[in-house]
């Protein structure tokens, strides 16, 4: 299955995504449900909040792709935004106590990489930057239906 949808770039997006994750688990019986709601909101989120950065929110529109089969899952999100820079991804992807101190935000990429087989990062065209995740999803619980 695949899924897209080109989204502007706001809060409600955030909260739309978040809603349509949440059904597409239950309706698809996906195992770790919780946790993929968890990764696509936090990618969704960071693409939103760079948008919003550079003045484009509500503007722009994001993208958010979905390929699924009954073995493993991939999610695409891309903005219009500058994208992190190349030379700060391993940075973005360690959290540090110390310097983040009690912040809520920063932490997102860090928990998503160790819930996923593969994070990446690519700047596709100028301004448009693509977070991606694939998974194996482990179907224990759907068995024997």
Known sequence: ?????????????????????KCYVLTYDLPNQKELCFILHELV????????????ANEETIEVHIIHDWA??????????????????????????????DSDRGRGLFFVQHMVNQLWFEHVAPGKFLVGISKTLTIESQVGK
Do not use: C, F, R
């Open 72 to 101: 493993y899952l991939q999610m695409v999100v891309i903005d219009k935004a500058d994208g992190i820079p190349e030379e700060e991804w391993k940075e973005v992807l360690t959290y540090d106590m110390e310097t983040m101190g």
């Open 45 to 56: 989120i960071n693409a939103v909040e760079a948008m919003e950065k550079v003045g484009k």
């Open 1 to 21: 299955m695949k899924l897209s949808i080109e989204i502007p770039a706001n809060q409600q997006a955030i909260h739309l995504i978040d809603e349509m994750m």
